[in-house]
């Protein structure tokens, strides 16, 4: 009943449902768009609709609206992703004076698009550009061709991975000495994501002694000692196509947020697909969205009230859209 209601109004108003993967169920079910960061960024910005109604956390739906600001995006709960929130516009303007005390003048800065636009703004200010977790390994090829050390922000873990994968040097500012923050290639700022560091090499090990033959498969943004130790380490749509590519009778333990692992259970059963964790990975904003919020935020659109919608001073905006844009040519 609730789901023909939203059906009937998603269409009366002109609207796109759209789902992040880590999003409960009962929406991504119903949602004309699913997919990671990146697929929700390029597909909702160029669909037809005049209006979006995106169910994921605050930085995903302010990416649309900055690459389609005609469009109307509107959340159907307030949702904010820890990691995104853990650096502002002042944040960043002391991290840069931090790496100018340093003798760190020139840098690049290449930051998560799990950032809010105030800092893509500062970002692209300085000539830099936005990356996913998808395209990050593209990114840093670009970013390496400007001959500066990399500011990468906010997840220092994924900032790590990169590094580590492309044999360069790497820091964490605010953590490392100042000697290493110098010598390093990628200098990252102190960020991460709460839900991605539940995963301990531990649970690596622990599912590794249980089922010698089980592949290991986790998200970059998880700590560089447990990526070191995994078979696969990819964005949310590459874990669910390498998942899906496997034999159903091989043994996956997956190491990303619970409702997707959860749902990639189904085809194989639970007895072969596995959360790499022994506490319940969900991300908690993610998961506030139901199908009532919805509703809720559709029939007020109806009724012209407004709902959560996404509103961006321009300037910032436009701003912001460069490093975005950056990265959709890059990638
Ligand atoms: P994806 O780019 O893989 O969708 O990741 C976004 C995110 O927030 C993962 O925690
Ligand atoms: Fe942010 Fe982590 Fe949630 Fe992804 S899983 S939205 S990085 S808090």
Known sequence: MIKKRIRELLEQLDALLVAHYYQRDEVVEIADLTGDSLELARKAS???KSKIIFCG??????????????????????ACCSMARMIDDSYFDASIAKLKEYGIAEIF???????N?????????????????????????????????????????????????????????????????????VICYHGFCSVHQLFTPKDIDFYRAKYPEILIAVHPECQPEVVKKADFVGSTSQIIKYVQSLKDSQKVA??????????????????????LS???????????TTLQDVLRCLEAIQKGESYNEILLDSEIANLAKQA???MLELS
């Open 46 to 48: 160029t669909s037809e």
């Open 57 to 78: 956390v605050g930085f995903m739906g302010q990416s649309v609206k900055i690459l389609a600001p005609n469009k109307r995006v509107f959340m159907p709960k307030i």
């Open 109 to 115: 800065p290449v930051t998560y698009i799990n950032s």
């Open 117 to 185: 636009a105030e800092v893509k703004a500062k970002v692209a200010r300085l000539g830099g550009v936005v990356c996913t977790s998808a395209n990050a390994s593209k990114i840093l090829q670009y970013a390496l061709k400007q001959n500066k050390k990399i500011f990468f922000l906010p997840d220092y873990c994924l900032g790590q991975n990169l590094a580590h994968d492309n044999g360069l040097k790497s820091a964490i500012l605010g953590v490392d000495s100042q000697e290493k923050v110098q010598e390093a290639d």
């Open 254 to 275: 997956v190491g990303t947020e619970f409702n997707l692992v959860n749902r990639l259970r189904e085809p194989k059963g639970e007895q072969n697909t596995f959360v």
């Open 278 to 288: 022994s506490t319940k990975p969900e991300c908690p904003t993610m998961n506030e």
């Open 324 to 326: 975005l844009d950056k």
